[in-house]
C-alpha cells in the first residue's frame, strides 16, 4: 500500500505545471495591450491606476498576449513599468499563478 502512494504522490510531482518566467509590461486589462495613448492621461502608469481603480484588473503583457495574474497586490507598484513574473502559467484561462515579480533588467 504505501508502495501505490508513493508512485500516485509521485505521478502529481510530474503532473505539476512547470514554473516559467514571464517578462512583459504591468498593464491592465482595459487596455490589455498597454497602448495608453488614446486615454489622454499622460504616463502609462497612471492610467494603468486610473483603469484599476475604475474595475480593471492588472496583467502582464509580453507584447504578443495579455496574462491575467494571481496577484494583483505586487503589481501595483510596477504599473506601466516591464518586470519579470515567474510563477505557473493556466494556458486555458491565461492566468499566471504568480510566486515573485520583479523589475525587469534593463
Given amino acids: 500500500m504505501a508502495v501505490g502512494g508513493t508512485?500516485?504522490?509521485?505521478a502529481l510531482m510530474f503532473a505539476a505545471p512547470a514554473?516559467?518566467?514571464f517578462t512583459g509590461v504591468?498593464?491592465?486589462?482595459?487596455?490589455?495591450?498597454?497602448?495608453?495613448?488614446?486615454?489622454n492621461m499622460g504616463a502609462d502608469a497612471v492610467c494603468v491606476a486610473a483603469c484599476?481603480?475604475?474595475?480593471?484588473?492588472?496583467?502582464?503583457?509580453?507584447?504578443?498576449?495579455?496574462?491575467?495574474?494571481?496577484?494583483?497586490?505586487?503589481?501595483e507598484k510596477f504599473a506601466g513599468k516591464k518586470v519579470?513574473?515567474?510563477?505557473?502559467?493556466?494556458?486555458?484561462?491565461?492566468?499566471?499563478?504568480?510566486?515573485?515579480m520583479v523589475a525587469a533588467a534593463k
Fill in 7 to 10: 508512485t500516485a504522490a509521485a
Fill in 19 to 21: 514554473k516559467q518566467t
Fill in 26 to 39: 504591468i498593464t491592465d486589462d482595459m487596455c490589455a495591450n498597454a497602448d495608453h495613448k488614446a486615454m
Fill in 52 to 75: 484599476v481603480k475604475a474595475g480593471a484588473k492588472y496583467v502582464l503583457y509580453d507584447g504578443k498576449e495579455a496574462y491575467a495574474l494571481s496577484d494583483q497586490k505586487t503589481p
Fill in 84 to 100: 519579470t513574473v515567474t510563477g505557473t502559467l493556466d494556458a486555458k484561462t491565461k492566468t499566471i499563478q504568480v510566486d515573485s
